[in-house]
C-alpha cells in the first residue's frame, strides 16, 4: 500500500485565491512527521511546513497551513491568497519515527496559478 | 554557501559509462541522503548516512549503485555500468540529525543525469 497519496496530479487556482493540496498517509507508527515540500522548475525541494502527530493544534506558516485530521489520516495543505511564484509541484511527505527516519514522498500535485 | 551544494548539475553521459555524483551538505549536518526523483513521481530513497556509516542502504536499485561518505561530510554517489534506465535527477537532503521525526531535510538542487 502506498505511504502517501496525492490524488491531485494537477490543480489550477486563480490568483490571490486559497487553494487546497489533498494528502492521504498510511502508518501504524503512532510517532510521525508531516511535511510538505515545494519543488519550483528549477527542481530544487523548497521546505514549506510540518505538522507532527501528537500536534494538538493545525501548523501555520504565513499563507501556508496544514489541515490535519489524524482520525482520517489526511494532511492536506491550504495556500491562502495564491501567487503567480506559487506554480510549482507541491509534495507532501512523511516520516515515521520507527523508520531510519527517512522521508516517504507522494506523487506531487502540479499547482498552476493564473493571473 | 550554507545550503546543500550538488555537483554536477547536469551529466549527459553514454550507456555503459561510471559516474559519480558529488553532495557537499550543510555544515554540522550529522544525516545525509540521497533520493532518485525520475520525471512526474516523487523522489525515491535510495541511501542514508549517519555520520560515515550508510545506516540504511535498502533504497539502492542494485549493485552498480553504490555511496560513500569517507569524511562524514561530503557524500559521492557512484553508478557503474550506466543504463538508460538511470536517467534521473538525483537528490542529496542532510538535516542535523536523524533523531527526531521532527527534523525538516535540507535539500540540493539536484543532479539531472541522463544517460544516452
Known amino acids: 500500500a502506498q505511504k502517501i497519496t496525492q490524488t491531485q496530479p494537477g490543480m489550477f487556482v486563480q490568483e490571490k485565491e486559497a487553494v487546497t493540496l489533498d494528502c492521504t498517509y498510511d502508518?501504524?507508527?503512532?510517532?510521525?512527521?508531516l511535511f510538505w515540500y515545494k519543488q519550483p522548475s528549477s527542481g530544487e525541494m523548497i521546505f514549506l511546513i510540518y505538522?507532527?502527530?501528537?500536534?494538538?493544534q493545525n501548523a501555520t506558516e504565513g499563507r501556508y497551513s496544514l489541515n490535519f485530521q489524524k482520525a482520517r489520516k489526511s494532511a492536506n495543505l491550504v495556500i491562502s491568497a495564491s501567487q503567480l511564484g506559487d506554480s510549482a509541484m507541491y509534495f507532501c511527505a512523511m516520516r515515521e519515527r520507527g523508520s531510519q527516519g527517512n522521508l516517504i514522498f507522494g506523487k506531487g500535485t502540479k499547482l498552476s496559478v493564473k493571473p | 554557501g550554507a545550503g546543500v551544494s550538488q555537483t554536477p548539475s547536469n551529466k549527459v553521459t553514454e550507456k555503459g559509462k561510471y559516474v559519480e555524483l558529488r553532495c557537499d551538505p550543510i555544515?554540522?549536518?550529522?544525516?545525509l541522503y540521497w533520493y532518485r526523483q525520475s520525471l512526474g513521481q516523487g523522489p525515491e530513497f535510495l541511501i542514508y548516512?549517519?555520520?560515515?556509516?550508510?545506516?540504511?542502504d535498502s533504497g539502492l536499485p542494485n549493485d552498480r549503485f553504490f555511496a560513500v561518505r569517507p569524511e562524514g561530510s561530503v557524500s559521492t554517489l557512484k553508478i557503474q555500468r550506466t543504463e538508460r534506465g538511470d536517467s534521473a535527477m538525483y537528490l542529496c537532503?542532510?538535516?542535523?540529525?536523524?533523531?527526531?521525526?521532527?527534523?525538516?531535510?535540507?535539500f540540493g538542487e539536484g543532479s539531472r543525469l541522463t544517460v544516452l
Open positions: 548516512f549517519q555520520g560515515t556509516g550508510a545506516a540504511d
Open positions: 505538522q507532527g502527530s501528537y500536534d494538538q
Open positions: 555544515s554540522g549536518h550529522t544525516a
Open positions: 502508518t501504524s507508527d503512532p510517532s510521525y512527521g
Open positions: 537532503a542532510s538535516s542535523y540529525s536523524r533523531d527526531s521525526a521532527i527534523e525538516e531535510l535540507f
